[in-house]
């Protein structure tokens, strides 16, 4: 989009907030970029530059407005709408990959070459894969300098610089402030309670509306106990991170998600925020998703009702794949029973000074040695269990935020009883895939019949056409129509 120029112009212009992550404004004459909504008065168009990411602002040369704070938006809904191998690179980017393993180890992921990786990059975003994760280090530093009460060397390194004088470097560059002006400013806002010791308290942004009805509460009717609860109007569970283990206590709020993280090592601070975006599908558009869906007679209603549903994702794609065949053909209960009792025989056990929370949820690798016969399953969904987890722990099977749908997809249905419906919501929920559809799901359905929509698989399929490339987001709403408790948030 930043090369329309006439309509970037407009959208700051108009102050709108939807383009927020979309692209970033620069500004010739103050060396300053900004948010397009940002609230200071609009430069004159001559004097406006727009670039494709804040890491390419930075690149050439112009720092973060300090009213608008651009490096905080949302991020690119582009990016999680996509399946090319840009889009793949800039999710495991946001993951942390060339922090923990250089630009090889992501050129390696997606199955390219360093070379083609920066010429792909530095075409589409105007910065390279070094530039754009250097951006990231900067909002993490930024957010531990106001958030934390760590001494600056211990933010630097958990940040993911390689030292402090690269940290004080990046940070005076990007923010025209050093690290201690940063923590003094935050300091003088609005008195606050400061968090627990330990706690990192952030505000999570995304793009109005969202319905946090089906969102926040299929997460937790399909809790684990033990892994997830709901608790004092948050959403908690605990995460497995590359350094160590954490919790995560997520509030939705009028404009924002209130997230508390309790981490074992400040550096997976990146890793946690992007994989709690992804489980609440924070950088949808949901303006244009709603839409595309509004165009369907028969399925705007149900938009015009409570627009802004999002798709509720995953923390870890491994998971939630084992949990997607632990749920196969029983109800909502049963899948947690047998998920818990997985999580006690062979899950990690954690503390929880704040709730309920006693283990992380086993990797496959942990799972590799299971006994099939202390599974509570038929025999069938034993075979289908047992492979799965150890095609995920021999690594035939791939599955995370830089995976291509297409050959994920193969993989799983090349599975012994994977059928279409688990493998499109794992594909749905795990991989994010925006036009993932469950045509034979029973709830589809039956809600579908309800609206005079076409109840058989092929022919519902077939009109659903028309909602692409959104139809996971059609399920939202078409699952909203009945009264499980999927749909409600808890009191």
Not at 213 to 223: E, P, Q, R, S, Y
Not at 244 to 249: I, K, M, N, S
Not at 269 to 285: G, K, Y
Not at 342 to 367: N, Q, S
């Amino acid at each position: 989009m930043h090369t329309d120029t006439e309509r970037c112009v407009r959208a700051v212009q108009s102050k709108d907030a939807r383009f927020d992550g979309w692209f970033f404004t620069a500004v010739l004459t103050t060396r300053i970029y900004c948010r397009p909504s940002c609230p200071v008065v609009p430069p004159k168009p001559g004097n406006m530059v727009f670039y494709p990411s804040a890491a390419a602002c930075q690149q050439a040369g112009f720092r973060a407005c300090k009213r608008c704070r651009p490096d905080t938006t949302p991020g690119s809904p582009e990016w999680n709408a996509r399946a090319d191998a840009v889009a793949r690179a800039m999710r495991l980017i946001r993951d942390g990959v060339v922090d923990r393993e250089g630009v090889p180890g992501l050129a390696a992921r997606l199955g390219y070459s360093t070379r083609q990786i920066e010429r792909h990059l530095l075409a589409e975003l105007g910065a390279g894969p070094l530039a754009l994760a250097r951006a990231q280090r900067a909002q993490t530093a930024r957010i531990l300098i106001e958030t934390t009460g760590l001494p600056m060397a211990d933010v630097a390194f958990a940040a993911g610089f390689s030292s402090v004088r690269t940290f004080n470097d990046t940070v005076r560059e990007v923010f025209a402030l050093a690290p201690g002006e940063l923590r003094a400013r935050a300091g003088r806002g609005p008195a606050t309670a400061p968090p627990a010791p330990g706690i990192i308290a952030l505000r999570l942004p995304y793009r109005t509306p969202l319905n946090p009805d089906n969102l926040v509460g299929h997460l937790a009717a399909t809790a684990v106990p033990g892994v997830e609860e709901w608790r004092d109007g948050a959403y908690r569970r605990t995460l497995t991170l590359p350094h160590g283990h954490g919790t995560v206590a997520l509030s939705p709020q009028p404009d924002h998600i209130a997230c508390r993280l309790a981490l074992t090592d400040p550096r997976d601070l990146t890793l946690a925020i992007s994989r709690c975006r992804r489980l609440l599908d924070l950088d949808a558009d949901p303006v244009a998703v709603d839409d595309q869906l509004r165009t369907d007679p028969l399925l705007a209603p149900l938009v015009d009702k409570a627009p802004g549903r999002r798709v509720p994702g995953t923390v870890d794609a491994a998971e939630f794949a084992v949990r997607a065949v632990l749920g196969q053909q029983v109800s909502t209960a049963a899948a947690r029973t047998h998920a818990a009792r997985l999580v006690a025989a062979h899950g990690t056990p954690v503390d929880d000074p704040e709730g309920g929370l006693t283990h992380l949820f086993p990797r496959p690798e942990a799972l590799a040695a299971l006994d099939p016969a202390s599974l509570a399953l038929p025999r069938s969904r034993r075979t289908t269990l047992t492979t799965l987890i150890g095609a995920l722990a021999e690594g035939t099977l791939r599955l995370g935020p830089g995976t291509d749908w297409d050959e994920a997809r193969a993989g799983l249905a090349a599975l012994p009883g994977f059928g279409p419906w688990t493998v499109e919501v794992i594909a749905m929920r795990a991989l994010g895939d925006p036009d993932a559809f469950l045509p034979t799901d029973l709830g589809v359905r039956r809600a579908a019949a309800g609206l005079g929509l076409p109840a058989t698989p092929a022919a519902l399929t077939a009109r659903a056409a028309a909602w692409r490339p959104w139809r996971a987001y059609a399920v939202q709403y078409l699952w909203a129509t009945d009264s499980h408790p999927i749909n409600h948030l808890p009191a």
